[in-house]
Nanobody, 123 residues
Framework: VQLQASGGGLVQAGGSLRLSCTTS????????IAWFRQAPGGEREGVSC????????HYADSVKGRFTISRDNAGNTVHLQMSNLKPEDMAVYYC?????????????????WGQGTLVTVSS
């Protein structure tokens, strides 16, 4: 099982980025995939979750209305479209697979993680 996050970079406040989580080694369409982030000196926090089989989507309150999670048709790649980025969005973003198949909360156990991609937002 592997997850690989990509798409991070430097963007000005108010700008947009699209992150991608490419999966392999398991049938990702049958699992939820979530995005987390960790700012320098901060704790890891859940950002968004895409439910299994194109089901529900979930967002942290801090990103609702600005971020959109989606999957490609095969369900193996999960994207996080981030718009109207703010300096407080700056963090390393990770994608992760939950131990249980669906989005059951960011506090659940996530057993596989991607390596992270850095998002830098300049003010």
């Amino acid at each position: 099982v592997q997850l690989q996050a990509s798409g991070g970079g430097l963007v000005q406040a108010g700008g947009s980025l699209r992150l991608s989580c490419t999966t392999s080694g398991f049938l990702a369409e049958y699992y939820a995939i979530a995005w987390f982030r960790q700012a320098p000196g901060g704790e890891r926090e859940g950002v968004s979750c895409s439910g299994k089989e194109g089901g529900s989507t979930h967002y942290a309150d801090s990103v609702k209305g600005r971020f959109t999670i989606s999957r490609d048709n095969a369900g193996n790649t999960v994207h996080l479209q981030m718009s109207n980025l703010k300096p407080e969005d700056m963090a390393v973003y990770y994608c992760a697979k939950p131990e249980r198949r669906d989005c059951t909360g960011f506090g659940s156990v996530y057993d596989y993680w991607g390596q992270g991609t850095l998002v830098t937002v300049s003010s």
